[in-house]
């Protein structure tokens, strides 16, 4: 499995719903809010770019999600 962090840019106010919605995608290690020009990061195992593809599709439909970047692990 390849390790991606998703960083997540939310409308004002919406990181808490975003955070619990994220929660419950198969595969994600981690959500935590963060300070700066992302309001929450994910860290995500996928075992194909494909998955990963429609998982960040999944992500960037969630009500209250403006944009995302998505950084994919290239050294194990």
Known sequence: MVLA???IHCK???APEVMETIKSIK????VFETLGAYDVV???EFP???KLGITVYEIAR???VI???TLIE???
Do not use: F
């Not at 595969?27 to 981690?30: D, F, I, M, P």
């Open 5 to 7: 962090c998703i960083m």
């Open 12 to 14: 004002p106010g919406t």
């Open 27 to 30: 595969s994600v290690r981690r």
């Open 42 to 44: 994910v860290e995500y």
């Open 48 to 50: 194909s770019l494909e």
């Open 62 to 64: 969630i009500n209250g």
């Open 67 to 69: 944009a995302t970047e």
């Open 74 to 76: 290239t050294i194990m």
